[in-house]
């Protein structure tokens, strides 16, 4: 079955999108996304993606599109024609082909963004062996720019560490700055010392998660601590537990890290009663 996707305010068959060679993403990157996630048909966390969405492009000076009020019924749709039960819809937005290549871009309100959005199908996403069996990380330094917090697609590092995980027999990586890990190759770090959650606090060196707000919200709930501050690999290997999460993966616990395990070395009993919590709220709350 060939999917629907969108592009620049047209369903087409995948095999007939097109976007130009000139667009600023293709030539520097010069573009954001976000992936949501849908269970049951339906989606997770919309508004706090769109919040996001609307940042990131605030901060890279990108002019809203004209489609942009209409993403909810975009994405809506896509799950709709493309039959997704469980699965994801990620979107991108680019400041688009505005002329020859150039360094220097026009003025915002000249450009018109490029808009892509298609789906994914992944039956039974929320069951996902990784979140029984745990996961295996290494450390990589992390030199990637500055500004984090904005969700753009320079995700060539990323990916570079994901394959040196692999290639150290391991699922990912997670990314150490002047001593302390800022997060994972694309998801946020936690580890559980006790009764308390320990995540870095919120700047420009990590990404705003949309699952890490979430989580930590319910965390609190249930009366568990949470400590916002930076924390060592060598301290995240003497933790009880460690896990984290994505719109993707949720909340997946960590059973080991650089080769030392964790406890047991098997997932935590507080990190899979928060991941329980996490898709029971979030499918509640799903539109």
Known sequence: ???????????????????????????????????????????????????????????????????????????????????????????????GAPGDRDFVFPDPETTEPTVVLFTQNKPGLADSPAAKAGMKIISIEDVRWGRRDIKTVQLLYPSMGKMMAKKAGADDAWMVQDGYVTEGTSNNAYIIKGNTIITRALSNDILHG??????????????????????????????????????????????????VSLGDGTPGARTARLREIYLDESRKAAI
């Not at 629907?4 to 305010?9: C, D, H």
């Not at 996630?37 to 940042?55: N, T």
């Not at 002019?63 to 699965?87: M, Q, S, T, W, Y």
């Open 1 to 95: 079955m060939t999917r629907t996707v969108f592009v620049n305010g047209e369903y087409l068959p995948e095999d007939e999108a097109k976007v130009s060679i000139f667009d600023r993403a293709f030539l520097m990157a010069d573009g954001v996304y976000e992936v949501t996630s849908v269970l049951d048909g339906k989606l997770i966390d919309f508004d706090g993606h769109a919040k996001r969405l609307e940042r990131s492009l605030n901060e890279l000076d990108i002019r809203k599109p004209a489609v942009f009020d209409d993403l909810l019924e975009i994405h809506r749709e896509l799950v709709r024609v493309n039959g997704i039960e469980d699965g994801l819809v990620y979107l991108q937005i680019t400041r």
């Open 210 to 259: 949309i699952t890490r707000a979430a989580v930590l919200r319910f965390a609190k709930e249930a009366q568990m601590q949470v400590e916002e501050r930076n924390f060592t690999i060598d301290e995240a290997k003497e933790a009880d537990e460690a896990f984290i999460t994505s719109a993707s993966a949720f909340v997946m616990p960590v059973i080991e890290i650089d080769g």
